[in-house]
């Protein structure tokens, strides 16, 4: 995708201007200026390509600002170039896509009836199978997953790669993601403990 360099610095004058407007709608929540930030901040960030967003500030007090491509090859490197171009002067931490977590393995998703279900991947098993382009195919071993649908899973299974790894990660490394209950006894030997995921990749990568 093509990205005007005018249409990037739009934005950052556009976010430099209203820093202090942004940080107190975060900081208060009754402000009068939140519908006003949120509208301003879709309009800005989807005129330079489907991102998603998030703002705030992190478990340290760091105020940040990161751009999802949503699992897209081609809008990460649009993030990216954004990210590039963040004015230094500000004290963010600015993000091109979903940075790993420093996380319990513990989250929720809604399964395809909408209703709330908790995952642990704590106990999740996993092995990595390298493709001919350098990729690696991912395959987990989830056995407390038998609740969840195909789609639900599969999901999960995203969301907890994802916040492990990192989005970058899962969008450079990983060709593709792969749940079961159970993992083909030939493999029982092979696989690893998920939390030991993160530093494998690294090594590999």
């Known amino acids: 995708m093509e990205l005007n360099d005018d249409n990037i610095l739009r ?4 976010f ?17 200026q939140k519908e006003y930030v949120v509208e301003q901040m879709n309009e800005q960030i989807l005129s330079l390509g489907v991102l998603t967003w998030d703002v705030g500030l992190n478990d340290d007090e760091n105020w940040f600002l990161m751009l999802s491509p949503n699992g897209n090859r081609e809008m990460f490197e649009v993030s990216q170039k954004i990210m590039d171009a963040a004015p230094e002067h500000m004290a963010w931490l600015f993000y091109s896509s979903k940075p790993a977590k420093e996380w319990n393995r513990q ?4 399964d395809d009836y909408m ?9 999740w098993n996993y092995i990595v199978f ?4 350098g990729k690696l195919e991912l395959i987990i071993e989830a056995k407390n997953i038998l609740q969840l649908d ?5 999901a999960a299974a995203e969301q907890f790669v994802i ?3 990192g989005e970058a990660t899962r969008i450079l490394l990983i060709s593709s993601v792969v749940i079961m209950h159970t993992l083909e006894s030939e493999y029982e030997s092979s696989k690893a403990p998920v939390l030991e995921l993160k530093e494998h990749l690294e090594e590999i990568g």
Do not use: L, R
């Open 107 to 110: 989250f929720t998703i809604y």
């Open 150 to 154: 195909s789609d639900s899973a599969k």
């Open 115 to 123: 209703d709330e279900q908790f995952i642990d991947a704590t106990p």
């Open 11 to 14: 934005f950052w004058q556009w």
């Open 16 to 32: 430099v201007k209203n820093e202090n407007t942004i940080k107190e709608c975060i900081e208060n929540e009754d402000s009068g």
């Open 163 to 165: 916040q492990e790894i």
């Open 130 to 133: 390298e493709e001919d382009d």
